[in-house]
């Protein structure tokens, strides 16, 4: 069975790509380069679904990104 997962991608200070997938507690990697970071998410995201022993999983529907600022 084929399921379809969103994936924020992020990069940090460091110039790593950073993967996580919002609906998989837990689900994440990094790489230095975007194909790379697929394969892995790729593999993250099989490592969570078999961890999850076919428990309900959320549905949640990809609705947009928004930048927020806050004092710190």
């Given at each position: 069975?084929?399921?379809?997962?969103?994936?924020?991608?992020?990069?940090?200070?460091?110039?790593?790509?950073?993967?996580?997938?919002?609906?998989l507690?837990?689900?994440?990697?990094?790489?230095?380069?975007?194909?790379d970071?697929?394969?892995?998410?790729?593999?993250?995201?099989?490592?969570?679904?078999?961890?999850?022993?076919?428990?309900?999983?959320?549905?949640?529907?990809?609705?947009?990104?928004?930048?927020?600022?806050?004092?710190?």
């Amino acid at each position: 069975m084929k399921r379809e997962f969103t994936v924020i991608v992020e990069r940090d200070e460091d110039g790593f790509y950073v993967a996580s997938v919002p609906a998989l507690a837990g689900c994440h990697t990094q790489a230095r380069s975007l194909d790379d970071l697929m394969q892995r998410i790729q593999e993250a995201i099989a490592v969570c679904l078999e961890d999850s022993d076919g428990a309900a999983l959320p549905t949640l529907e990809f609705v947009g990104v928004q930048r927020v600022t806050v004092a710190a």
